[in-house]
DNA sequence: TTTTTTTAGTTGCTAAAGCAACTATTGCTA
DNA sequence: TAGCAATAGTTGCTTTAGCAACTAAAAAAA
């Protein structure tokens, strides 16, 4: 690998180019009044995945610290889309699930997300997607 | 392109890569007692290249909202690693330059993101890299 | 059983993102 | 030339990111 390759800013692209669908999507859910930000819809996809999981997992599966998942967690716990339920066995735990309001919400604003994704998508093959999530893939797990 | 590819989580997958990165670099910063931020980092590195510039045309290049590079440049400012000159043909304009210890930081660090950067490309070849910059570009275009 | 360590979660802090509203210029136009 | 629109920046506000320090409870070790 040469060089002026790995001076070659893919960071400043990768931030560049999330930064941009971040804007979009928000833009979107606020043109339609979805009263939700991206953060909070990715939360609330997993949720809706997982039915019932606590903080950490949610953390986990989300790639985001639980300091940041405990704010947004209550952020929708005020609007009423989620509820925390403490666990009986375990009383540290405080289990996480879609209100029936939540649950709404999901079926609300799924298919502006899966329009949105199938707009980022345009032109490019399955393979290119391989291909993409390959490369992050790697990149990721370069890292120590 | 198929509705389960449609609803694979790209950005997501983004997002994850993205802060996984953004730590790694701030982490090796903070080890090596760099006093920096990565964002703080990306602007000297666009000062450096770009010697004169104003608010408004290193907000472009970096892709920042002109509020973000506001307050980050206020930050530096602080450190006394960029002054601000006012332009005077246009009072409006203001000119950011690194200072002298602003392009000694520049010098410091630099060394540590290309490591960085070679770090996060290994096992990738050019033509990845390549792949990478083109699929991200389409996507970056397709956004409206 | 008592002490220590680990785990789950919250709170405080600073930084960065981005919208809206604001000031101060400059440029355009009637 | 006077009035209005556009441009450059700053400030206020809410949200997300992540580190450090904290509480509380459970698990492991003494």
Do not use: C
Request: charged fraction near 30%; charge should be positive.
């Amino acid at each position: 690998m040469t060089d002026t390759f790995v001076s070659n800013p893919s960071f400043f692209k990768l931030d560049a180019t999330l930064k941009r669908i971040r804007n979009y999507w928000q833009k979107t859910f606020d043109a339609h009044k979805k009263d939700i930000t991206v953060d909070q819809w990715l939360l609330i996809e997993n949720l809706y995945k997982h039915k019932k999981i606590t903080h950490n997992e949610l953390a986990k599966v989300t790639s985001k610290d639980i300091t940041t998942v405990s704010r947004i967690i209550e952020l929708l716990v005020k609007k009423e889309l989620v509820v925390r339920e403490g666990s009986p066995h375990d009383r540290r735990k405080v289990f996480l699930q879609l209100t029936a309001k939540g649950s709404e919400k999901y079926k609300d604003v799924r298919p502006l997300v899966l329009e949105m994704r199938k707009t980022g998508w345009t032109g490019l093959t399955e393979s290119d997607y391989s291909e993409l999530t390959r490369i992050l893939d790697v990149i990721y797990n370069n890292i120590p």
